[in-house]
C-alpha cells in the first residue's frame, strides 16, 4: 500500500502565468520533500463522467501515511504548500485530497 495526495487544478485565468510557475517554481519546490517517491503530472485531461475536466493534475506518491505527513510538516513540505496559494491566484478553487492505494490485480 501506498499513499498519495491528488491536487485538481482547474483551467487557470493565465494559463501561460500558471504553467511557467508550476514547472520552474512549484514542482521543484515539491520535489525537496525527502520522501516523495514520484510526482505524476496529467496531460491532455478529458472528461469520461460529469462536467468540465480538471486543467491539470498532480499526484504525489509516499511509501507510508507516515511519510507523507512527515514531508508535510518539514519545511520543504510548508514551502510546497504555500506555493499553492500563488498558483490559486491563476487556478482558484483548487482541490486536494490525500488516501491510500494498493494495487487490486496480482
Known sequence: MTARFIVLWHRPTDVEA???????VH??????MVRLRSYIVSSGVSVVR???PYYRIGELEWDTLDDLRQDFRSPEG????????????????VRSMIYEASETRS
Open 18 to 24: 500558471f504553467e511557467e510557475h508550476y514547472r520552474t
Open 27 to 32: 514542482i521543484p519546490l515539491a520535489n525537496r
Open 78 to 93: 510548508h514551502a510546497t504548500a504555500m506555493d499553492v496559494e500563488v498558483l490559486s491566484r491563476w487556478s482558484p478553487g
Open 50 to 52: 460529469g462536467d468540465e
